[in-house]
């Protein structure tokens, strides 16, 4: 079989430019939260380049999403066409606020479901995988373009539902499922509900899990535990958002970078406090517009994501698509300061995950005092002296790593809460 060819840097960034004027004619003048924003600061659509749209189009930012919403239910002005032309509606979680609203056309649906089958094609999955879909039915844009994308690559399709982690584990195991979708954090919950129920995975024929919704899929040790316990299947990740759809996948070749899909979007990455571009390799804020979902769109949307864009234009892979070394690095909005260290869940995490014998934990911020404080509590598979050697050693590594001392508690097993999708594991004491 020959080898896949792909574009070169000229010829994506000529293909965005002949999208991105398409987009912009087409906002004019039917969407009314575009016209009138970009009229109001006097920005005329002719775009000579992608640096002139870049260097003079404003951002669009979330709370400007939920704001328009707000003031005009249910779906707010970002609609292109007539309320008639849409056929589906999503919505956000609101885990960051508000839970916005999202509609498609059939025409923006299309593009976004064959963003998705790049995803699967890039992950190795084709026609005879049998894909399970771990998610419970809901708004949730991602279980639905995956499952159809997934159907169109003539994969069996087998969904999740409204299934307890048993059934679904044993669903696995009886029907031969060879691709799993789900969060990295319920990728450890199977494996650990099929030990409970005296199940062993390793009798799964799963090859590849496609995880996202969570940094984990990019951190190694995370990946590396995934990966041990469902007998060295890989560890495939992506990200995406409501609002966007799907952003990103893992390079085939490298493990914890993730490509951009350019063909569907402008991607840029910024200062957060500035606004500007950051300097090459430097890490930044992803801002996304959408290429192709001209139907509710977005331009130079803050994403709140923190990427790392690796400096090589070419991939070992062949892709000349931009990459983030490392996934989403965090999130703007959830970075704490303690005692002067700006920590990342995503750090806590790597740390915890590399520590054997931890099976669940969960983050306290005490801000309760004149200087926040961390606090974590673990459950473990282990009892009493064990569990302390455990707590001792996370104490250790956590020390050695942020360069400051982190009580650890080991809690009874079934204290903390299980999670299906994206995992709440830090809280704030106040």
Not at 338 to 362: H, L, M, S, T, W
Request: glycine share 8%; proline share 6%.
């Amino acid at each position: 079989m020959a080898e896949r060819s792909f574009p070169n840097r000229a010829e994506i960034e000529a293909d965005q430019l002949e999208q991105l004027r398409t987009l912009v004619t087409e906002l004019f003048p039917g969407n009314k939260f575009y016209t009138e924003k970009l009229n109001a600061q006097g920005i005329t659509f002719d775009i000579s380049s992608l640096q002139d749209f870049t260097s003079r189009f404003p951002f669009t930012t979330k709370a400007e999403l939920v704001a328009d919403q707000q003031d005009h239910p249910p779906f707010g002005t970002n609609l292109t066409y007539p309320l008639q032309r849409y056929t589906r509606f999503h919505q956000t979680s609101g885990t960051t606020g508000k839970p916005l609203r999202w509609l498609d056309t059939p025409e923006s649906w299309d593009g976004m479901v064959e963003s998705w089958m790049e995803i699967f094609g890039a992950a190795g999955v084709s026609t005879g995988d049998r894909v399970y879909f771990a998610f419970s039915f809901g708004p949730f844009i991602g279980f639905w373009l995956a499952f159809e994308s997934a159907a169109r690559l003539g994969c069996l399709c087998v969904p999740g539902g409204s299934q307890s982690s048993t059934a679904r584990i044993r669903t696995i195991l009886d029907n031969g499922i060879t691709v799993l979708c789900c969060t990295p954090t319920y990728a450890l919950r199977l494996a650990e509900a099929a030990a409970e129920e005296g199940i062993d995975v390793r009798q799964a024929k799963v090859r590849t899990l496609i995880v996202a919704g969570e940094p984990g899929g990019s951190i190694e040790s995370v990946r590396r535990r995934i990966g041990d316990l469902w007998l060295g299947a890989r560890v495939f990740d992506h990200h995406g958002m409501t609002e966007t759809g799907p952003v990103t996948y893992e390079c085939p070749k490298e493990p914890g970078v993730l490509h951009v899909l350019e063909s569907a979007y402008l991607a840029e990455i910024v200062d957060p406090a500035r606004g500007k571009p950051v300097t090459p390799g430097a890490t930044g804020e992803l801002v996304l517009t959408s290429l192709n979902r001209l139907g509710m769109p977005l331009l130079r949307y803050r994403t709140g994501d923190l990427v790392k864009a690796r400096a090589t234009e070419k991939c070992i892979c062949g892709r000349h698509e931009l990459a983030f070394e490392g996934g989403i690095i965090g999130r703007t909005d959830d970075m704490v300061v303690v005692k002067g260290v700006n920590i990342f869940p995503g750090a806590i995490e790597e740390i915890v995950r590399a520590c054997d014998g931890v099976d669940e934990y969960q983050v306290e911020v005490c801000k309760d005092r004149t200087l926040p404080e961390l606090k974590l509590r673990i459950e473990t598979s282990s009892e009493n002296a064990a569990a302390a050697e455990i707590v001792t050693r996370l104490e250790k590594s956590l020390e050695a790593a942020l360069g400051m001392r982190v009580p650890v508690t080991a809690v009874p097993k079934g204290t903390l809460p299980k999670f299906e999708l994206k995992a709440k594991r830090w809280i704030s004491k106040v």
